[in-house]
T-cell receptor, first 115, second 112 residues
Framework: KAGVTQTPRYLIKTRGQQVTLSCSPI?????VSWYQQTPGQGLQFLFE???????NKGNFPGRFSGRQFSNSRSEMNVSTLELGDSALYLC??????????????FGPGTRLTVL | QQQVKQSPQSLIVQKGGISIINCAYE??????FPWYQQFPGKGPALLIA?????SEKKEGRFTISFNKSAKQFSLHIMDSQPGDSATYFC???????????FGEGTQLTVNP
């Protein structure tokens, strides 16, 4: 099976712009989660989508949003970019057996730089 | 209540030595504790995971020890190899969903 893919891998934006990142989960996986990774804050949970519905949400401002399509592919959007949004954005997919113990498989991430 | 504390921040061991990374959690609702390994330019990859109904789990050179009463768990890497040099994250999740709460990470360097 192909792994989790994320596009683009690198992105440079300026403050105030918006950005959309894409994630294709492993075939058959219905849950997609997004995480932000920074040197200062580490890995932080953004949100999780399951069957096109947001099931969990982390403690991020409303500028961060996402969606999931019927084929389980997911996008996350960040509006009005700030310098502090520079980070590696990771997508993870899982089969979501409902126990919270299913393995999450991470993609390589999208490196976002905000200038 | 949602935090997972990880130590040390960095660790240097000699080839063949034992690497030990410790984590502590607060939320008693956590019931799944995975460890992830991350190489530069890559996403985290699951290394080994444990549930609180067992005190130890071993897979090859990697062992998780779990102390439910102390709310602590640790990763032991036996016979550490230079190829083990990476950043290691402990994590925890509760049955309510797939949300992982990560520790701060430990940068492991294994010298040849």
């Amino acid at each position: 099976k192909a792994g989790v893919t994320q596009t683009p891998r690198y992105l440079i934006k300026t403050r105030g712009q918006q950005v959309t990142l894409s994630c294709s989960p492993i075939s058959g996986h219905r849950s997609v989660s997004w995480y932000q990774q920074t040197p200062g804050q580490g890995l932080q949970f953004l949100f999780e989508y399951f069957s096109e519905t947001q099931r969990n949400k982390g403690n991020f401002p409303g500028r961060f949003s996402g969606r999931q399509f019927s084929n389980s592919r997911s996008e996350m959007n960040v509006s009005t970019l700030e310098l502090g949004d520079s980070a590696l954005y990771l997508c993870a997919s899982s089969s979501a057996d409902g126990t919270g113990r299913d393995t999450q498989y991470f993609g390589p991430g999208t490196r976002l730089t905000v200038l | 209540q949602q935090q997972v504390k990880q130590s040390p921040q960095s660790l240097i061991v000699q080839k063949g030595g034992i690497s030990i990374i410790n984590c502590a959690y607060e939320n008693t609702a956590f019931d799944y504790f995975p460890w992830y390994q991350q190489f530069p330019g890559k996403g985290p990859a699951l290394l080994i995971a444990i549930r609180p109904d067992v005190s130890e789990k071993k897979e090859g050179r990697f062992t998780i020890s779990f102390n439910k009463s102390a709310k602590q768990f640790s990763l032991h890497i036996m016979d550490s190899q230079p190829g083990d040099s990476a950043t290691y994250f402990c994590a925890a999740s509760s049955p309510s969903g797939s949300r992982l709460t990560f520790g701060e990470g430990t940068q492991l360097t294994v010298n040849p």
